[in-house]
């Protein structure tokens, strides 16, 4: 069965400092696609990255990077010098790849606090 | 302005009311989603609805209703509702599938805060 776990329940950092997020998945397909998504406090969750099981290339977006790493299994999202606009919860999400399917198993979520 | 709307945005309703919520998308996708996110829970895929039909119903109760009369709008119909049911329900469109659904990347809404007494 697919699963997502984020064993990080709550991170406080101070403004400036790097941080990562861990996000390891259990899947059984070798097909699948990994994302990360925001919430901010207004509610409302944000996209940040999709990715496919084939492309285990690194990607960074400015301050947000991403680690994919099949053999561990995990999907890591970094976050340099971080702002107090990136306080919010991060949900990283595992869809498998079947004809019909559109079920999106998500993460516990990580609250990520940035004090100024 | 994400894009997809629900209204309301707080709702408190007893066990014996009848209410529903509403979603609206404005971004032109063909598949609209209800989640429902509990406290310490991940959130939980309830109903997929892709060009007006119901493709995923996860064993949620009778008592949620959804129903989809056009591709921009999604109601979620409720009635005779638990405590336990109090949550953050969340409304989400996507465009797809383009290839496989699984792929599909999600819109939000802000969401509609429910409290059962």
Redesign the interface.
């Known amino acids: 069965a697919q699963k997502v776990t984020q064993a990080q329940t709550e991170i406080s950092v101070v403004e400036k400092e790097d941080v990562t997020l861990d996000c390891v998945y259990e899947t059984r397909d070798t097909t699948y696609y990994l994302f990360w998504y925001k919430q901010p406090p207004s509610g409302e969750l944000v996209f940040l990255i999709r990715r496919n099981s084939f492309d285990e290339q690194n990607e960074i977006s400015g301050r947000y990077s991403w680690n994919f790493q099949k053999s561990t299994s995990s999907f890591n999202f970094t976050i340099t010098a971080s702002q107090v606009v990136d306080s919010a919860v991060y949900f990283c999400a595992l869809s498998e790849v079947r004809d019909s399917s559109y079920k999106l198993i998500f993460g516990s979520g990580t609250r990520l606090l940035v004090r100024p | 302005e ?1 894009g ?1 709307t629900q209204t309301p945005r707080h709702l408190v309703m007893g066990m014996t009311n009848k209410k529903s919520l509403k979603c609206e998308q404005h971004l032109g996708h063909n ?1 609209m ?1 209800w989640y429902k996110q509990s406290a ?4 939980e ?1 309830m109903f ?1 609805y ?1 060009l007006e039909e119901r ?2 119903n ?1 064993s949620v109760p009778s008592r949620f209703s959804p129903e989809c009369p056009n591709s921009s709008h999604l109601f979620l119909h409720l009635h005779t509702l638990q405590p336990e049911d109090s949550a ?1 329900y ?1 409304c ?1 469109s996507s465009q797809g599938p383009k290839g ?12 509609s ?1 429910l409290t059962v007494l």
Do not use: D, I, M
């Open positions: 994400t997809v598949a989603y310490k829970k991940p959130l895929l997929v892709s493709v995923e996860n953050l969340l989400a496989p659904p699984g792929a599909n990347v999600l819109t939000f809404g802000a969401g805060r």
